[in-house]
């Protein structure tokens, strides 16, 4: 019968495996998924106060994506990217214009159930943010639960430079866990 014990190089082994563990999940944590908290209602059906989500920084930023950003005077948003750089955008009727053309928001359709019409109140790029274009490397951006968001109509369009990441999945609680859809 053979006896195994553990050796000082199976201890030693033990700890560069660990150590490369935590290197690899402190690099993911940190740069690849960041955990973020939602803060306010804004984005209420899909994201309510208080979920927990995680941020992707590393791929290209589209039109529907949710996305999470800091303005210069420091504070965090998390909103829906409608309008790309160089598109022209506009609200008439309660439907998106992009470059003149319809474009439908099937996410908007358990929020546009509220009886208060229009849901999304009428304007143009110009009317809130004095451009007839989205200018280059900017996004404009809508909180899902129109009527009280804080978005591009108030403070303009994001810069590339501001956003921290693209919402892929609600962790916590356990309740909403679900992944984060651009439609």
């Known amino acids: 019968m ?3 014990y553990v050796t ?5 082994l033990a700890m560069k495996y ?10 993911i944590r940190g740069f690849l998924l960041i955990p973020i908290q939602v803060t306010g209602n804004s ?7 208080g979920d927990m989500i995680v941020l ?20 965090t948003y998390i909103k829906r990217v409608v309008g790309l750089p160089g598109e ?14 319809p474009v439908a928001e099937p996410f ?20 809130v943010a004095n451009e007839t274009q989205i200018p280059q490397k900017n996004y404009f951006v809508l909180g899902d639960n129109r009527r009280i968001s804080k978005d591009s109509r108030s403070f303009g369009t994001v810069e590339a430079s501001e956003i921290l990441g693209k919402a892929r999945f609600v962790y916590y609680p356990l309740t909403h866990a679900k992944i984060i859809s651009r439609h």
């Open 88 to 101: 022209k955008i506009a609200y008439h009727n309660d439907r998106l214009l992009v470059n003149d053309q």
């Open 18 to 27: 660990l150590f490369i563990a935590l290197v690899f999940g402190f690099i």
């Open 43 to 49: 984005m209420e059906k899909t994201l309510r106060q």
């Open 2 to 4: 053979v006896k195994k």
């Open 108 to 127: 908007l359709k358990q929020n546009q159930k509220q009886k208060v019409k229009p849901y999304t109140p009428d304007f143009t790029l110009f009317d």
């Open 56 to 75: 992707e920084n590393y791929t290209q930023i589209k039109r529907f994506d949710v996305i999470v950003f800091k303005k210069s005077d420091g504070t």
């Open 8 to 12: 000082r190089d199976h201890f030693w």
